[in-house]
Structures are given as C-alpha cells and as structure tokens.
C-alpha cells in the first residue's frame, strides 16, 4: 500500500535522530559565564593554598624573632608582692608586619601574576576557568593588580585590623566590618554575568571552557 512505513521501520527512530542532528548543530565551542558555585569552589582551593603559605609564614616568623629578637626580661610582682624577673614573651612588630607583608606578596604572586599572563592560576586552572580583558584576551598586570587588590586588600586589612583589636568594642566593629568587605567578591551571585565589584572595576571577566 503506497505510504505506508516498511516493516520493521518506526518513524520515532527517524524524529530522535532528526532532533539529535538538530541538537548536536547548537553545540559551541566557546566559553561560557563561569558559574558562582564554579567561582566558589576555585576560591576554597585557593584557600587551601593560602593557608598552606600562610603556616610557612608563621613558622618563619616565629624562629626569626626567637633568634634575633630575644624575649624582654621584667620584674613582676607576684600575689604576695614579691617582684621576680619574668620573660615576656612577645612577638617583634617587625617580624608581626614583614610576616604578614611576606604572605600578602606570596599569594599576589601566586595568584596575580600568572592571571595577567594567561589569564589563569592554579585553581581556575584545574577547574577549566580564565580571566579575560574586555577583549577576550587575558587581563594583563594592570587589570589584574587592581582586580586583586580591591578584591582581597580590603579583607586582609578589616582582618588585621580585627586580630588586633580582638576582644575589644573595635574588635566586634572590624568583624562586622568583614562582611561588608567580603561583599565585594560576593556580588557574583547576585548579578546575570556573574562579576563582582572587583571584576566590575577592572573590566574583567571569567568565563568557563566547554
């Protein structure tokens, strides 16, 4: 009978392989906004790595004031108001800085520098993302500085800032203060194209390979 399907032939098969070709013809190479949870986790790796960085910092720190900046001796008076000398023990406020100072220009380097180069570093490496300039190409040293620095200085500062006044009314004002700094990164989740105050401010943006 003349239109009739041949047997054994389901007219199904043929409209899932249509619509397969037509599927397969939308695919696209290119990159894609990299999603805020992509984003995040690059981010817990990082820290991972900063907090590695940081230990090594600490460590170095602690024997250089123990060898070149030996603990004072001061008379204390005991309950009894006998006085008897006490060392002290302290951290230098040299030692304290250049440690802190030291670890700030690690992660830049870990962090900053090969962004500007490729547009990536370790974390967004391993997870397939880049940072790219407003031409697509990656960020370079300018835009790539003063994307990290609005991003993490002002949390390294409000930080510092609070250590030092732990305990304190001013220690609960720079942990508040924290979240408003922590906002500036933050504000990936709460826009379309995924770019925080940071990426705004350097016209940078990052995007995911396919």
Do not use: N
């Not at 024997?63 to 030996?70: I, N, S, V």
């Not at 406020?93 to 690690?106: E, K, S, Y």
């Not at 990164?185 to 401010?201: C, K, S, V, W, Y």
């Amino acid at each position: 009978m003349s239109g009739s399907a041949s047997p054994g032939h389901d007219p199904l098969t043929d409209r899932a392989a249509a619509l397969l070709h037509e599927l397969d013809s939308h695919k696209s190479d290119e990159p894609r906004l990299a999603e805020p949870m992509e984003r995040l986790t690059a981010r817990i790796i990082d820290a991972c790595v900063w907090l590695a960085a940081g230990t090594l910092w600490s460590i170095a720190g602690f024997y250089l004031d123990a060898w070149y900046f030996p603990d004072p001796v001061r008379q204390v008076a005991d309950p009894s108001g006998t006085l008897t000398w006490q060392r002290v023990e302290s951290v230098a406020p040299a030692v304290a800085w250049g440690t802190f100072i030291g670890l700030i220009l690690t992660v830049f380097a870990i962090e900053a520098i090969p962004t500007a180069r490729t547009g990536c570093h370790f974390a967004k490496r391993r997870l397939r993302l880049r940072v790219v300039g407003p031409d697509g190409r990656p960020p370079g040293f300018r835009r790539t500085t003063i994307r990290w620095a609005v991003c993490w200085l002002p949390l390294a500062i409000v930080f510092s800032l609070w250590s030092m006044t732990l305990g304190s009314g001013a220690g609960f004002l720079f942990m508040a203060a924290q979240f408003g700094a922590a906002a500036i990164p933050g504000a990936l989740f709460l826009t379309e194209d995924h770019r925080g105050f940071h990426d705004r401010i350097a016209g940078t943006t990052v995007l995911a390979e396919r």
